[in-house]
Structures are given as C-alpha cells and as structure tokens.
C-alpha cells in the first residue's frame, strides 16, 4: 500500500532563506506527483506537477525535483517571503488508478 | 482559481439527519472528485467520477453515496450523519483521468459538523 511521508511537519524560518521542503513515497511505480498549497480555511492550490519520466519542474522561485527509484521529491523555495507561509502538501498518483495518496503535510512559517 | 463552488460552505447538524454536500464546476472537465480532510489522516478520496452517471468508490467511501446527473454537479450525500464523519471536505476537478498528466483543481471545502 503507497504511503506519502512530508519531513518535518512544521518548519520556521526567516524571510530570505532558501528552503527545501520533502516528500517520501513507499512504492515507486508512480504516474506523477504533485505539489500544492493551502492557506488556512481555503482549498488546495496546485503548484507543480512532475510526471514520472520527468526529474524536475520548475514555476518561479518554485522548484521541485522527483527521484523515483528512491522514492523522493523536494520542493525548493528560493528567497522565501512571508506570502509564502502556508501548508505544503505532496500527493502522488499511482498507475493505473485515478485517486491521489496524500502525505500529511509541511506547515511553513516565514518570519519577516 | 478553477470554477469550482461548494455548497455549503458551512454546516451544523445532528447525528442521524441526511446531508448533501454540493459542487458545481464551469470547467466542462470530466473528472470530479470528493476528499476529506482530517487531521492525522491528511486528504483522503471518498469517491470519484469520470463521466454523467460514472462513479466509483474511493478509500473511504463506507457511509457516503454520490451522485452525477450533469458534467457539472457532484452531489456527496450522507444518508445517516455519524460524528465521525465531522470534516472538512473538498472536491475537486481534473481534465482528464490517469493516461494523462492533468492536476486536479481544488474547491475551499465544506466545513462538516455533525453533533
């Protein structure tokens, strides 16, 4: 059974600083993965989407990175800014299947 | 944001009564989704439809029933409300299904209590 582990589950840190945020999975035959973000009392918010052959994607200061065969994927934030705290969440999509296996998330707090 | 709108946003309600929890999306997409979002347990699929009238369970689905009738409504009903099933729930939308890279877009959720 696919499990989604998000390392560590709070992080603080100060306005500027490059971040990396994690995500492990249990079973590497996986269709793609996906990243988002959720404010408090709001939906999600996709933010990147790497397919399985793809090793990484990037949208502004926003990069994620997928190592299937080890059962990883980072999201690097650069420059982080206050905006950006909020709950980042990884899921990922198994073949063959059309739900998306959720790990529990990392809350970020960036300190002005 | 994708046009997605769930209705209620909020609800109270007691052990044993019905509740249907509605979304509706202007996107014209084929995929429609319900999650609940617990703490501990992250997001977990409840059920799922890719087409009118094509649904199908997900990893939680004991105690829900849904409905499709039109592309654009997704109708999540708990036919006897249990605490348990206190929640934040959320649809969402994709493009298309497992033989292509669409990502689901997700709705703000409905805030479920059931007392």
């Known amino acids: 059974k696919q499990e989604v582990t998000q390392i560590p589950a709070a992080l603080s840190v100060p306005e500027g600083e490059n971040l990396v945020l994690n995500c492990s999975f249990t079973?590497?035959?996986?269709?793609?993965l996906q990243w988002f973000r959720q404010d408090p009392g709001k939906g999600l918010t996709s933010l990147l989407l790497?397919?399985?052959?793809?090793r990484e994607q990037t949208s502004g200061r926003l990069n994620a990175s997928l190592d299937k065969s080890s059962g990883r994927s980072t999201l690097y934030i650069a420059a982080s800014q206050p905006g950006d705290s909020a709950t980042y969440l990884c899921?990922?999509?198994?073949?063959?299947?059309?739900?998306?296996?959720f790990g529990s998330g990392t809350r970020l707090l960036v300190r002005p | 944001d994708a046009g997605i709108t769930q209705s209620p946003r909020h609800k109270v309600t007691e052990t044993g009564t019905p509740v249907t929890l509605r979304c509706h999306q202007t996107?014209?997409?084929?995929?429609m989704y319900w999650y609940r979002q617990d703490p501990g347990h992250g997001l977990r699929l409840i059920h799922y439809?890719?087409?009118?009238?094509?649904?199908d369970k997900g990893e939680v689905s004991d105690g829900y029933s849904v409905s499709r009738s039109k592309t654009e409504d997704f109708l999540l009903t708990l036919e006897s409300a249990t605490s348990s099933q206190t929640s934040v729930y959320f649809c969402?939308?994709?493009?298309?299904?497992?033989?292509?890279?669409?990502?689901?877009?997700f709705g703000d959720g409905t805030r479920l209590s059931i007392l």
């Open positions: 079973d590497s035959a996986i269709y793609n």
């Open positions: 439809s890719y087409g009118v009238k094509d649904t």
């Open positions: 969402a939308i994709s493009a298309a299904g497992t033989v292509t890279n669409q990502p689901q877009h």
């Open positions: 996107e014209n997409h084929r995929y």
């Open positions: 790497i397919q399985s052959s793809q």
């Open positions: 899921a990922v999509k198994e073949d063959s299947s059309y739900k998306l296996i």
